[in-house]
């Protein structure tokens, strides 16, 4: 059974930064691109980074150069570093494994992820 599990959420003042994690387990298969999602209230989840098992990562425009994927000590970590956070990076935040990947390209298709985290919530006050 898979099991994702996000942490590091919370709240910051606009400019500052925060870290999330995402733990997962329960699968053998090491291929998965993996990635991070956020749902603003009233809007639809939407993808802001991938990383694909060889490394290779993908951004929104909103978030580029201001965010950062990236794998822990294991494949089955998956880390998220936030600056410069501003008031509209508001939302929960979902860890996404066995989602769309196409070679730095990021792909918009929350419901074709395999595997979600139940998500932390990250607002940014102004």
């Known amino acids: 059974q898979v099991q994702v599990v996000e942490s590091g959420g919370g709240s910051v003042q606009a400019g500052g930064s925060l870290r999330l994690s995402c733990a997962t387990s329960?699968?053998?298969?090491?291929?998965?691109?993996m990635g991070w999602f956020r749902q603003a209230p009233g809007k639809e989840r939407e993808a802001v980074a991938a990383?694909?098992?060889?490394?290779?990562?993908a951004y929104a425009d909103s978030v580029k150069g201001r965010f950062a994927i990236s794998k822990g000590d294991t494949e089955k970590i998956l880390n998220l570093q936030m600056d410069n956070l501003k008031p509209e990076d508001t939302g929960v935040y979902y860890c996404?494994?066995?989602?769309?990947?196409?070679?730095?390209?990021?792909?918009?298709?929350?419901?074709?992820?395999?595997?979600w985290g139940q998500g932390t919530q990250v607002t940014v006050t102004s």
């Open positions: 329960g699968y053998t298969y090491t291929g998965y691109c």
């Open positions: 990383i694909e098992s060889d490394g290779t990562t």
């Open positions: 996404a494994v066995d989602m769309v990947c196409a070679r730095g390209v990021l792909v918009q298709a929350p419901k074709r992820v395999g595997f």
